[in-house]
């Protein structure tokens, strides 16, 4: 639904927008617009890059508004009911999956106003915060009273609170801290009718379901997240690192579970397929080997660091690892965030996806295989890489990638077949015991894709959804929903 500018209603809803947040936080700008018009999702880029080319129109929304607080949102989200206006929250603008794309226009509501930090509790260890704060400026502030999230991903710098609790983000140290959802002890949320409701003051109680889940990695198609408060640590006392080279990925799979299964309480563990070892950490750390690569480590007290080391040390030894020593471990660190810029990321006029997903250790290694043969035999231009990079008590998570490095001219082209690798290194996935996504969530790109994964419980989710939000005004056309 887009409105236009030249209609009696344009100026109609303009005003009545201004009328809650003020003039200067609403925009009509075309510039804005094109900036709401691209997020981190290769579709929209391309297109972008390549508009004299293409004819393809990219969505753009009809207002963008800024509001402050929940008050805000819900009496905007009480105008977008009454005249059927789709909304779409909008944090950072770092999400690879088209999740804050508004594909029907309507209302972008940029959520960044929305960063106080109401109180740092160090008796309780959590930290109340709006959900627009960009992350780094939390981890800053938190820091210079000894403290952190210990949720460390690489767009920390970029993203808003809200866009990781909007897709279950991960971060480099969830190994031992736990995703953003582990960090959740309760939210503030305004529902798409515009009622303003807290969940419970703990998330862990036997007084019913734990509502905050109903909102987690639903993407803003359930309501806005205003106000959250999440767990904080004492940053350690000291981080140390090793890194080592196994002869395949099999045998480094077994040292990731060997680490966690022990109950080492690795902080991270970074295992590399065989392929990205030889293109990636070449290519980033300079450090040329042939076998899986491997980084782990350990933050805390010292002497239990020491400890957690020693024994790690024994398990990479008695699997036949190559000893690379503590110095790779800590380049690894201290470079964590390289791997996602240029000259080291892929990028335009590069086809490329991350094909994240997670699977039990009984089926990690038959996933990545299954990935692998896909993109490699059926599509022969493109090539597979993948690493490992979250682990828990009964699995990890597979960072897979396809990179064509020369996609076709024509852009429906391309996007015919950016789409068709995703369709079919997925579909090998779930087949194999892997779900579609693990921490950059479904949004545009994989919205398809969900009624398949969830199968017939899909209709519980939609009939959430249909309570939640009758009109379906907020985010259509994400996580497998439409318009409506």
């Given amino acids: 639904m887009n409105i236009a500018k030249t209609s009696y209603m344009f100026d109609m809803l303009l005003f009545e927008l201004r009328d809650i947040v003020g003039k200067e936080y609403v925009s009509v700008r075309d510039s804005d617009k094109e900036v709401y018009s691209v997020d981190y999702f290769w579709l929209p880029e391309m297109c972008h890059d390549r508009q004299d080319r293409s004819n393809i129109t990219r969505p753009m929304a009809d207002f963008i508004v800024h509001p402050a607080n929940a008050e805000d949102v819900s009496k905007i989200l009480k105008i977008a009911n009454n005249y059927k206006i789709p909304v779409t929250a909008w944090g950072?603008?770092?999400?690879?999956?088209?999740?804050?794309?508004?594909?029907?226009?309507?209302i972008i509501l940029d959520t960044?106003?929305?960063?106080?930090?109401?109180?740092?509790?160090?008796?309780?260890?959590?930290?109340?915060?709006?959900?627009?704060?960009?992350?780094?400026?939390?981890?800053?502030?938190?820091?210079?009273?000894?403290?952190?999230?210990?949720?460390?991903?690489?767009?920390?710098?970029?993203?808003?609170?809200?866009?990781?609790?909007?897709?279950?983000?991960?971060?480099?140290?969830?190994?031992?801290?736990?995703?953003?959802?582990?960090?959740?002890?309760?939210?503030?949320?305004?529902?798409?009718?515009g009622e303003i409701i807290r969940t419970l003051p703990v998330p862990k109680t036997a007084c019913g379901p734990d509502l905050n889940q109903i909102f987690i990695g639903a993407e803003g198609t359930m309501g806005i997240v205003t106000k959250v408060t999440l767990t904080i640590h004492r940053l350690p006392e000291t981080r140390a690192f090793r890194a080592f080279v196994f002869k395949d990925l099999e045998t480094g799979l077994r040292v990731g579970q060997r680490l966690v299964s022990e109950n080492l309480q690795p902080s991270v563990i970074r295992l590399y397929s065989e392929n990205e070892t030889k293109e990636v950490i070449k290519k980033v750390l300079g450090i040329e080997k042939t076998g899986a690569y491997m980084v782990y480590g350990f933050d805390g007290k010292k002497d239990m660091v020491d400890l957690q080391m020693k024994y790690a040390q024994e398990i990479a030894d008695s699997e036949g690892g190559e000893d690379l020593g503590a110095h790779p471990g800590e380049q690894w660190w201290n470079n964590r965030y390289k791997f996602f810029f240029p000259p080291y990321m892929y990028r335009l006029p590069q086809c490329f996806g991350t094909l994240d997903t997670v699977a039990s250790y009984s089926d990690i290694q038959n996933v990545y295989n299954a990935m692998k043969d896909v993109v490699e035999k059926q599509y022969p231009m493109a090539r597979f890489i993948?690493?490992?990079?979250?682990?828990?008590?009964?699995?990890?998570?597979?960072?897979?990638?396809?990179?064509?490095?020369?996609?076709?001219?024509?852009?429906?082209?391309?996007?015919?077949l950016h789409n068709s690798i995703w369709n079919d290194a997925l579909r090998?996935?779930?087949?194999?015991?892997?779900?579609?996504?693990?921490?950059?969530?479904?949004?545009?790109?994989?919205?398809?894709?969900?009624?398949?994964?969830?199968?017939?419980?899909?209709?519980?989710?939609?009939?959430?959804?249909?309570?939640?939000?009758?009109?379906?005004?907020?985010?259509?056309g994400k996580l497998g929903f439409g318009i409506g």
Avoid at 92 to 106: E, K, M, N, T
Avoid at 116 to 145: F, P, R
Avoid at 428 to 452: F, Q, W, Y
């Fill in 386 to 416: 993948g690493h490992f990079s979250h682990w828990f008590p009964w699995g990890a998570m597979l960072y897979g990638r396809f990179i064509i490095d020369t996609p076709p001219e024509d852009p429906h082209e391309a996007i015919y």
């Fill in 92 to 106: 950072g603008g770092s999400g690879s999956q088209g999740g804050a794309l508004p594909v029907f226009g309507g």
């Fill in 112 to 193: 960044k106003r929305m960063d106080t930090i109401y109180k740092i509790d160090e008796q309780s260890m959590t930290v109340e915060v709006g959900t627009g704060i960009i992350h780094q400026t939390l981890e800053w502030e938190l820091e210079q009273k000894g403290f952190s999230t210990m949720h460390d991903p690489g767009s920390a710098r970029c993203a808003t609170v809200g866009g990781f609790i909007a897709h279950r983000g991960t971060g480099v140290l969830s190994t031992k801290y736990g995703k953003i959802e582990d960090m959740i002890v309760n939210m503030e949320i305004v529902l798409p009718t």
């Fill in 428 to 476: 090998a996935a779930m087949a194999a015991g892997g779900v579609l996504n693990e921490h950059h969530g479904i949004g545009l790109k994989l919205s398809r894709l969900t009624p398949e994964l969830y199968g017939e419980a899909f209709q519980l989710l939609k009939n959430v959804k249909t309570t939640l939000d009758p009109n379906g005004i907020m985010n259509p």
